[in-house]
């Protein structure tokens, strides 16, 4: 193991930590555990959706795995900056501890698998939006397990090649020593700064291509009104990840031109990118909550209808709405104009002019006809159309035996008395 004697005075042990440190410390240790306990949340919650959805249907959803996946990266990466309770607890950083070593370890892997995860979650969405293309299923888990190869791989060249003194202090933890630039650099921030603009790129080429479509005429009418709000919902994907990213990044980037950030601005980037869990559950939580949170696995074929706009209130599905018009016999038809529309007490207001219309014509002096034209559109229901029959039915159901049988008594029969 590395000892003291053999660093400098920016690698070795801080004894005692700066006062004017700890509040920021502090920060990095609370945005630290509150990402670790929202991923391991949600890691548990789709460790049952997706053993439910294997016993129930034998299949599952790529998209739910590749968030599984996600989560598992940022526990890693989460757990790394809630390592440093220990050293506010005892106010100092003890270089060539088990702690020390194990904090080195879970940045490099937790930063990686990070990125590694976003950017295939963004090629994910760009296959399946855009060209409308998945993997086979083997080649799927194929590739997600040469992806955590690819992880471990590259953290682990550095500890090869400096089993001994590869982590120690880096300002208020432990990572790589500065001194191994070409390894902090190689096997770490080439790989964060191409994902950083890989995500940018990707999801600035879903946003296009999906306006281009909405202006072509590519979609339906409600079809390209979901279109508009997920566009919208794209730029924050990569916003997110840069945001949370950037700052630690750059910070550790000036360091390697012999400018070296402070350690209160390494403690402000570290609760950035530790922040990176959290913000993930949230987003991908309420994107997509559809995919996450359905009972039965949604299909992988469905592309636009698995994002839901958390900002905008979601329509209802069902319905349908009536559009009479009238028309005197001596107007053109092509010139007449709705008086009233009545819409059905669905779930959703449906256009009448695609769907149904209604004619009033004028016959004659005293006689009105009323001729109704209606065309019906039978379409596979989508992971929406479960979502909402499922609440429905949640709200419907009587909460116990008593509810129901008082339930059914008030609408069939009155009962008078119950014996013992």
Known sequence: MVTSKQLDDESSSLHPIPEHIHPWLRAVVVFGFLSFVASVTLCFILIYRLIRWQIKSKRTNQFVILIFNLVLAD??????????????????????????????????????????????????????????????????????????VFIYGVSLIGVAMHPRDLYVRAGTWCWIHHDFEDLRLWTHYFWIFLFEFGNVIIYAIIYFLLIQRIRSGYYTAMEANRAKAISNLMVVYPIVYVICTLPLASARMSSMSNHPPSLARLCLAGAMITSNGWLDVLLYTLTRRIMIFSDEPPADDNGIDTFSAFWSESGKRFGAATTIEATP??????????????????????????????????????????????????????????????????????RTPVGRWSEDSGKEFHLEHIPD
């Open 75 to 148: 526990i890693q990466q989460s757990l790394a900056f809630v390592l440093n309770v220990e050293w506010l607890r005892m106010d100092t950083v003890i270089v060539g501890t088990r702690i020390c070593w194990a904090q080195g370890w879970f940045v490099s892997t937790g930063d990686l698998a990070s990125g590694v995860w976003c950017f295939t979650i963004g090629l994910h969405t760009f296959a399946s939006v855009i060209l409308n293309y998945r993997l086979k299923t083997r080649c799927f888990f194929m590739t997600i397990a040469a992806l955590w």
């Open 329 to 398: 016999s001596d107007r053109p038809k092509h010139n007449h104009k709705p008086s009233r529309v009545r819409a059905g007490r669905g779930l959703v207001t449906l256009s009448s002019r695609d769907e149904s219309s209604d004619d009033l014509c004028g016959c004659g002096s005293n006689d009105i006809k009323l001729v109704t034209t209606t065309q019906i559109i039978s379409e596979p229901a989508q992971p929406a159309d479960y979502e909402e029959l499922e609440a429905e039915a949640r709200k419907k159901r009587p």
